[in-house]
């Protein structure tokens, strides 16, 4: 279906509420939250203790209504990803049932990870979309990895923040995403310059920077704002999902 899929609101912390949190999923149907997770940096910052992802996890048995995405930094994460051990096991509970899609951020240019990883991680977690970026280091991922629930985001920027001269056109047989320096303060503005980009495609779009606190904590009054102006944008026979 053509159009704009869901809304990835990234970097809930330890200090956000959890109710309020999905609370304000419900309200808003097209939003997925986007928990960091990095092996080495949980609890600190813009990546929510294990504690923390846990209680969320817990929450969601009887508030099923909010969507989530992981967001996997560090070679340790992605490493236990690509290999289902751990808290990435396909014998953890609800872990495949919260998170429906879970973004590795990889840097192939690096060397730590190939395609074939990339492909490994999607055939050991069917259930669940697997998202790389998409930029100059990543150039090649969408020609060598095949795999149905495998899905590419636009962030040339990798993931600083960065808006792009441009949107990329939509051009790969696919679901993509959009990021790069979108918050409150410019979606109004570019939101129908994506709509364009992605064509008759289906696309979502992801912003983390603008919206944290000068203290770098997630800033739920900013989240709600964009939810706002999405809303009175979307039409409202819209339909959201992955499933749909």
Not at 54 to 72: E, G, N, Q, T
Not at 121 to 126: I, L, N, S, T, V
Not at 220 to 237: D, E, Q
């Amino acid at each position: 279906m053509k159009g704009l899929k869901c809304v990835t609101l990234t970097g809930a912390d330890s200090s956000t509420s959890i109710p309020e949190l999905f609370a304000l999923g419900f309200q808003y149907p097209f939003l997925e939250f986007g928990i960091l997770y990095h092996g080495k940096k949980e609890g600190s910052g813009r990546y929510p203790s294990i504690g923390w992802i846990r209680d969320m996890i817990a929450y969601s048995v009887d508030h099923p209504s909010a969507k989530f995405s992981l967001h996997l930094c560090g070679e340790s994460a992605n490493r236990a990803f690509v290999n289902g051990v751990g808290f990435f096991s396909q014998s953890t509970e609800r872990f495949e049932t919260v998170f429906r899609r879970v973004q590795m951020n990889v840097n192939m240019e690096v060397g730590l990870f190939t395609p074939k990883d990339i492909s490994l991680a999607c055939e050991r977690h069917p259930n669940q979309y697997v998202i790389t970026q998409h930029n100059a280091a990543n150039k090649q991922l969408f020609q060598l990895v095949s795999a149905r629930n495998h899905q590419i985001l636009f962030d040339e920027s990798g993931g600083r923040g960065v808006m792009p001269g441009s949107w990329p056109m939509h051009q790969y047989k696919r679901d993509c995403g959009y990021a790069g320096g979108l918050g409150p303060h410019n979606i109004e503005a570019e939101l129908p310059k994506i709509y364009k980009a992605a064509g008759a495609a289906p696309f979502w779009i992801d912003m983390e920077g603008c919206l944290r606190t000068t203290d770098n904590r997630f800033e739920i009054t900013a989240a709600k704002h964009v939810a706002v102006i999405v809303n009175r944008y979307l039409l409202g026979s819209m339909r959201f999902g992955w499933d749909s």
